[in-house]
Nanobody
Framework: QVQLVESGGGLVQAGGSLRLSCEASGITFRKSDMGWYRQAPGKQRELVATITSGGTTNYADSVKGRFAISRDNAKNSVYLAMNSLKPGDTAVYYC??????????????WGQGTLVTVSS
């Protein structure tokens, strides 16, 4: 069973920092492209950051210079370090995995989400 489990969300004051973690199971993690997405109340889910299996990263303009995505293949985990947090960063953050399989095509998995609340 493929599963992504996020942790690390919580309440933080503006200007503070948080580190989100996502541990994957049931998937060939080292071959998977991983990402973090977020959904604020009343808004659509949006991309925050991605990291490919080869380590290439991509960020939404709104978080460039403040957030950093990283991965540890030995721990089947991806992380999102969030600094200089703003109230506008308040959202449920979701971990995402994409794996192109030789048989079966694209496998995409979502975690259950972790809530990040930034107070002003």
């Amino acid at each position: 069973q493929v599963q992504l489990v996020e942790s690390g969300g919580g309440l933080v004051q503006a200007g503070g920092s948080l580190r989100l973690s996502c541990e994957a199971s049931g998937i060939t993690f080292r071959k998977s492209d991983m990402g973090w997405y977020r959904q604020a109340p009343g808004k659509q889910r949006e991309l925050v950051a991605t990291i490919t299996s080869g380590g290439t990263t991509n960020y939404a303009d709104s978080v460039k210079g403040r957030f950093a995505i990283s991965r540890d293949n030995a721990k089947n985990s991806v992380y999102l370090a969030m600094n200089s947090l703003k109230p506008g960063d308040t959202a449920v953050y979701y971990c995402n995995a994409k794996l192109m399989r030789f048989i079966g095509g694209l496998l995409e998995v979502w975690g259950q989400g972790t809530l990040v609340t930034v107070s002003s």
